[in-house]
């Protein structure tokens, strides 16, 4: 087994399924947050805000990549800030594979999220404050468990994306193995060459594994949640 | 509107059937996306004195080849790489009589800030020094041409084992060569010709030294007939791009004419 | 415990400004679609932030516009039931009895079982509300608001959205809520049938002014609250007590005007019962009847006769201690002469009955 695949493409596994995890985890509150904002409430910029969520689905990922390259580089705006006063460095780093990672993911995210939510009776959470509930509470204790079908589908989703993001990683932190080179990169340079086709080929098999089993992991974990929760 | 039709017929049967006016000719050229700028002035002056028309599909070498190999219509190829002619050639994809390497590259080292001073390359450069723990930007080394040339160099210098680990490899020449106009690495190691397009542009990087040619292996741009060709101006124009009009081009966007 | 309204708010088309007070028992605010019930027991659950106002649980200020005191809906320990019930779908009737109980401190526990009793929903206690049916449903909510132990209820049409069967099968739930809880109840409503029913109190409004205000007893016979309540549903309740249960099937039932006869009955004898006659039920004559197949013939002194919409005419009538209305014909009304001080009887063909509250005879209010 262990010949199958090289050091170089088991790095490649291991760390796509740790950057798409942080991804995933990092995003999650953001992605919840702003569904929220898009579905409860009304203010100014609203649909500026939406449209920023969307950009990433928009633009090429190249474009997208190198956005956050010169935002959050080394030498960015962002990106200097964060070096300068936390010691963060994102650039060249898995960090920075989880970083675009997690913007490519989000609008999937926060689209699974929304739709969960706008089927949700906001009036449900009047009642829980009448009950005494405070309004993060009621969020939690009510309409937190009522969305979670759509959380799971949303992270699995924004998973999935992150594990086969390509363009905007490789722009942003470069194709470093054991570091930045994720599966989908390591399969682009396997590609590269002529007879890198068997290695690559087993990377795409690993990814189409992985895929089909987080998507088979959210359609059960969403039926099973539904089912418990008496939403459906 | 019987006549209309009758000559919508006759004009979709004379294409149909490539009856075209005697001289002028269509022609596909796959090239490798490091030519553009050149090859694009080369097609032109072509275009204008035969009245061929050429349509040029630029991308990465390894993307055209397959598609070369999966039958697609070109005419010419014009690769970066000796490697995948080699494997069409096997695979019968190109005439093999056609096969010509048409110029070379050079290999050199750029740096991000336009005050360092330029360098010798040989096996005293202390590039690791230079580097001071940032990164070296390279396109992949184990899969695009110009990283595999640039991991070779080093390689003979015995630098590659010092600056290894600061080496950030991107998908193509021309992102790693951004990767040191935006300053995210200081250092980069690129075509020449690529280093000169980006002079033209906007200055952003600053050659500081020129791998000796005796570190790598020869830098080529082989060219042939695809196999599936029938187009008669297919050969004429494969050979204007050895001409001196055509090589006087190239040098001036940085390739190494060869002999 | 009383609560203390006084708002005003701007709403499309008109503006709320109005004043009233609820006393323990069941209060109903009364009036019809888009009168503003809504906004007033959203503005005193929190929901809503009026332009002005001052709202007060006895002493405790809940809202006051002029000291800049809003009280947060979850921290006025107001019961809410919905009119669509609202009941948490992930949760099972256990705990969504249970859900304020979590937040509603230690200070005084309520008694879950007391309450699962009263509203009589022990056996639902593991179902979903997805499985419950309208009237199960808003029994829970009922159950759920008063387990958050709250300092009183708010009602909005919680038995509009539920059919005749449905409502009659809650409605003596609320009645034992009235009678067994000793907490102020706001209950909207546009059903005069429900006021009649189940108000200690009727607070009357239009277009978001009151129009009137005081017990049910004194609202429901005043003809000037006739149009609000429409003529089919003008009628006068009056309390009587269970008399004796009689061998033909009959409750005798004595009124302070005199013995009425009703179909069994179903309370005990000695205890007093609520009896609603609508004006439209009401035959007047001038000798008291004989050869009649109606059983209830009351003797009454005419108060007063008002022009009604039409040609009809509704009469006020003393009886006894209580006040009875009657729809005639203007034609008829002309014909007996009938005007202030006249003696006539009233011949009554129909009397539904509930339940009374006990010891609950308020004050008029006015404004």
Same mark, same amino acid.
Not at chain 3, 290 to 294: E, K, L, N, P, R
């Given at each position: 087994m262990a010949d199958w695949l090289t050091t170089e493409g088991w790095q490649a596994v291991a760390l796509s399924l740790r950057v798409s995890f942080w991804a995933t985890l990092i995003s999650l509150p953001f992605g919840i947050l702003v569904a929220y904002a898009l579905a409860r409430w009304n203010f100014w910029g609203k649909q500026v805000l939406n449209g920023l969520v969307h950009l990433p689905l928009i633009l090429p990922p190249v474009v997208t990549g190198y956005l956050l390259l010169v935002t959050?580089?080394?030498?960015?705006p962002v990106g200097r800030i964060l070096n300068d006063?936390?010691?963060?460095?994102?650039?060249?780093?898995w960090t920075g594979a989880a970083l675009a990672a997690a913007v490519m993911a989000f609008p999937l995210m926060v689209r699974a999220i929304r739709l969960s939510l706008e089927a949700v009776d906001p009036k449900l959470e009047q009642a829980a404050g009448t009950l005494g509930a405070s309004r993060i509470w009621a969020f939690t204790t009510v309409t937190l468990p009522l969305i979670l079908p759509g959380i799971i589908v949303g992270s699995i989703l924004a998973f999935a994306k992150a594990m086969g993001e390509f363009g905007a990683t490789i722009t942003f932190v470069a194709n470093i193995p054991?570091?930045?080179?994720?599966l989908p990169s390591a399969i682009y340079a396997f590609l590269?060459?002529?007879?890198g086709d068997g290695a690559a080929f087993r990377l795409v098999a690993i990814s189409i594994a992985v895929a089909m089993l987080a998507l088979i992991l959210a359609e059960w974990a969403s039926r099973a949640v539904a089912r418990r929760i008496g939403a459906s | 509107m019987i006549r209309a039709t009758c000559l919508c017929c006759l004009v979709l049967c004379a294409a149909c059937t490539g009856l075209?006016?005697?001289q002028a000719d269509e022609l596909t050229i796959f090239a490798a996306a490091s030519l553009k700028t050149a090859l694009d002035a080369v097609a032109a002056d072509w275009q204008a004195a035969t009245g061929d028309t050429v349509s040029i599909s630029y991308g990465g070498t390894s993307a055209l080849a397959r598609q070369i190999q999966q039958g697609?219509?070109?005419d010419i190829f014009v690769s970066s790489s000796s490697d995948w002619m080699n494997v069409l050639a096997e695979s019968g994809?190109?005439?093999?009589? @056609?096969?010509?390497?048409?110029f070379g590259n050079t290999l050199v080292l750029v740096a991000h800030d336009a005050g360092l001073p330029s360098v010798k390359i040989g096996p005293d450069l202390d590039l690791a020094g230079m580097l001071a723990g940032r990164k070296l930007s390279m396109a992949?080394?184990?899969?695009v041409p110009a990283g595999q040339y640039g991991k070779a160099a080093l390689d003979h210098l015995g630098l590659w084992s010092s600056v290894k680990a600061n080496v950030v490899q991107s998908e193509n020449v021309r992102a790693a060569l951004s990767l040191v106009a935006l300053g995210e690495a200081p250092l980069g190691i690129v075509y020449g010709s690529d280093a000169i397009a980006d002079d033209a542009a906007d200055?952003?990087?600053?050659?500081?030294g020129t791998f000796p040619?005796? @570190?790598?292996?020869l830098i080529t741009f082989p060219a042939a007939l695809v196999a599936d060709s029938d187009a008669p101006g297919a050969a004429p124009f494969l050979h204007h791009l050895s001409s001196d009009a055509a090589d006087a081009i190239f040098a001036a966007q940085g390739f190494l004419i060869l002999n | 415990m009383t609560l203390h309204v006084d708002l005003a708010h701007r709403l499309p088309g008109f503006t709320l400004d109005l004043a009233f007070s609820a006393p323990p028992g069941i209060t109903a605010l009364f009036g019809?679609?888009?009168?503003?019930k809504t906004t007033v027991v959203n503005a005193i659950a929190g929901l809503l932030q009026p332009d002005r106002g001052r709202i007060a649980l006895d002493q405790t200020l809940l809202l006051d516009t002029a000291q800049r005191v809003a009280v947060p809906v979850h921290k006025r320990r107001i019961g809410y039931v919905f009119q669509e019930g609202?009941?948490?779908?992930?949760?099972t009737v256990r705990q969504n009895i249970r859900y304020g109980r979590w937040f509603a401190g230690h200070d005084r526990i309520a008694d879950t079982g007391r309450v699962v009793e009263l509203m009589g929903i022990g056996g639902l206690l593991?179902?979903?509300?997805?499985?419950?049916?309208g009237g199960e449903k808003q029994r829970v909510a009922l159950a759920r608001a008063i387990l958050s132990q709250p300092r009183m209820l708010l009602m909005d049409?919680?038995?509009?959205?539920?059919?005749e069967a449905r409502k009659s099968e809650v409605l003596p739930y609320l009645e034992r809520l009235r009678d067994e809880m000793r907490l102020p109840i706001l209950y909207v409503s546009h059903s005069a049938a429900e006021v009649a029913r189940l108000a200690t109190t009727v607070v009357l409004i239009d277009q978001g002014r009151l129009v009137m205000a005081g017990p049910a007893a004194e609202i429901l016979s005043d003809p000037i609250a006739s149009p609000a309540f429409g003529p089919r549903e003008t009628g006068a309740i009056l309390t009587a007590r269970i008399a004796a249960h009689e061998d033909d099937g009959l409750t005798r039932l004595d009124a302070s005007a005199g013995a009425l006869w009703l179909p069994q009955v179903d309370a005990a004898i000695g205890n007093t019962v609520r009896i609603r006659i609508l004006a439209q039920d009401v035959m007047l004559a001038l000798a008291s009847p004989?050869?009649?197949?109606?059983l209830n013939v009351l003797p009454c002194v005419v108060r007063e006769v008002i022009d009604d919409a039409g040609p009809s005419a509704l009469v006020q009538l003393t009886a006894g201690g209580d006040t009875i209305l009657a729809r005639v014909t203007r034609r008829s009304a002309r014909s007996l002469a009938l005007s202030p001080g006249k003696a006539v009887f009233a011949i009554i063909k129909a009397v539904s009955v509930a339940r009374d509250a006990p010891g609950q005879h308020g004050t008029r209010q006015d404004r």
């Open positions: 959050f580089g080394t030498q960015g006063g936390f010691g963060i460095v994102l650039a060249f780093r054991g570091q930045t080179q994720t590269q060459v002529p007879g | 075209r006016p005697a697609a219509p070109a994809r190109i005439q093999a009589g @056609t096969r010509r390497d048409l992949l080394v184990d899969s200055d952003a990087v600053t050659v500081i040619t005796d @570190t790598h292996p | 019809q679609s888009g009168a503003g609202r009941l948490f779908p992930h949760l593991d179902r979903r509300p997805a499985t419950l049916s049409e919680p038995l509009s959205a539920l059919d004989a050869s009649i197949s109606a």
